[in-house]
T-cell receptor, first 115, second 113 residues
Framework: EAGVTQSPTHLIKTRGQQATLRCSPISGHTSVYWYQQALGLGLQFLLWYDEGEERNRGNFPPRFSGRQFPNYSSELNVNALELEDSALYLC??????????????FGEGSRLTVL | GEDVEQSLFLSVREGDSSVINCTYTDSSSTYLYWYKQEPGAGLQLLTYIFSNMDMKQDQRLTVLLNKKDKHLSLRIADTQTGDSAIYFCADDPYGGSQGNLIFGKGTKLSVKP
């Protein structure tokens, strides 16, 4: 069974540009979470989508946005990129309803570098 | 807000036991977790403990929870070089209702042969 897949693996952008990252969940999973893993900051929660709706968002500015498609895959968009947006962006998925037992299934991440 | 703290580095010799410690601030946590991140990979759940338990053992892993002190630890017995990774403690203060876990910054475990 395929795990959580993320694309692209690496992305290099310059300040002010936009980045789009994609995530495909495990078959049967409907909840998608996005986390930012910046150097020295651990994992910071960005967004949670469940059944196509945004359910919760972390303490990030509005230029971080996303959506979830009918097939439960998800996109994370970062507008007006800043140098400090350079990080590993991790997607995690669970069956519907949130991480009730805590097992988030993570992808390998998309490494965004902003120059 | 809720916070999870853990030391950043731990170095042990192969065959020794490793103990990774974590403290958290939220008193309403339902579950507490340990995730492992190997180089170049995403996180993988190692184990979790329900908040009404004091201890959980799973093969070489022992999790201890002191709810009074809000302290969680992960003990790895007979540590191997393959255990070298970053270990994240995570807290579920919302009981799954808000969907996100609160992660510590991770403890990098280095195992020397």
């Amino acid at each position: 069974e395929a795990g959580v897949t993320q694309s692209p693996t690496h992305l290099i952008k310059t300040r002010g540009q936009q980045a789009t990252l994609r995530c495909s969940p495990i078959s049967g999973h409907t909840s998608v979470y996005w986390y930012q893993q910046a150097l020295g900051l651990g994992l910071q929660f960005l967004l949670w989508y469940d059944e196509g709706e945004e359910r919760n968002r972390g303490n990030f500015p509005p230029r971080f946005s996303g959506r979830q498609f009918p097939n439960y895959s998800s996109e994370l968009n970062v507008n007006a990129l800043e140098l400090e947006d350079s990080a590993l962006y991790l997607c995690a998925t669970t069956p519907s309803g949130g991480a009730n037992t805590g097992e988030l299934f993570f992808g390998e991440g998309s490494r965004l570098t902003v120059l | 807000g809720e916070d999870v703290e853990q030391s950043l580095f731990l170095s042990v010799r192969e065959g020794d036991s490793s103990v990774i410690n974590c403290t958290y601030t939220d008193s309403s946590s339902t579950y507490l977790y340990w995730y492992k991140q190997e180089p170049g990979a995403g996180l993988q759940l190692l184990t979790y403990i329900f908040s009404n338990m004091d201890m959980k053992q799973d093969q070489r892993l022992t999790v201890l929870l002191n709810k009074k002190d809000k302290h969680l630890s992960l003990r790895i017995a007979d540590t191997q070089t393959g255990d070298s990774a970053i270990y994240f403690c995570a807290d579920d203060p919302y009981g799954g209702s808000q969907g996100n876990l609160i992660f510590g910054k991770g403890t990098k475990l280095s195992v020397k042969p």
